[in-house]
Each structure stands twice: as structure tokens, then as C-alpha cells.
């Protein structure tokens, strides 16, 4: 499970920080890493899910365990103070 902070939504995109709440083998990270997720990355995640939202913070919203999710196990390689910016190629998605 993910706990979320500080979301922001704005013309790009929704700014969001993910604590994860669960261990990575021995790895645990104590930061809250900042995070990004740009509009276009959304429009392309509600296509491919078939999401019924279709303004960026409805969608984040339907797709937020799925968004955590990808955010959390990528964090573990973000250096401290960078923001990670999550793409389409972060997410399994199907082909067309």
C-alpha cells in the first residue's frame, strides 16, 4: 500500500510524492521521492485501460494503485533529491 502527499496537478502534468510502505527485500528507502506524471503519459494509460475519466486528476485517481505501484519500485533507484518523471514505458501496456 502507498501513502500519498503533496499532490499537485498542473498544465503538464500531476506532481506527486509515494512513500512506500513496504519492504524490497533488504532495501528500504526512509525519503519521499517527488515524482511526475505528464498529461500525455495519462491520455495514453486511460486509452490503453479504457479508463471513463478524462480530465488528468480523474484518471491519476482511477489509475493511482497502478501509478504507485510503477512509482514505488522505481524509486529504489532514484538518487536522493531527483524527481522521477514516469513514462509510458514504465507501464505494461499492450500493444495496439
Wanted: hydrophobic share 40%; net charge positive; charged share 20%.
Amino acid at each position: 500500500m502507498m501513502n500519498f502527499s503533496n499532490l499537485k496537478v498542473t498544465t503538464a502534468g500531476i506532481n506527486f510524492s509515494v512513500r512506500p510502505t513496504f519492504r524490497f527485500g533488504n532495501q528500504r528507502k526512509l525519503s519521499t521521492p517527488t515524482c511526475f506524471i505528464s498529461n500525455e503519459t495519462l491520455d495514453t494509460l486511460a486509452l490503453r485501460r479504457q479508463c471513463k475519466a478524462h480530465l488528468p486528476e480523474q484518471i491519476f485517481r482511477e489509475l493511482e494503485r497502478e501509478i504507485a505501484g510503477a512509482a514505488a519500485r522505481l524509486s529504489l533507484a532514484l538518487s536522493e533529491g531527483s524527481t522521477l518523471v514516469l513514462r509510458t514505458s514504465n507501464f505494461s501496456l499492450p500493444d495496439n
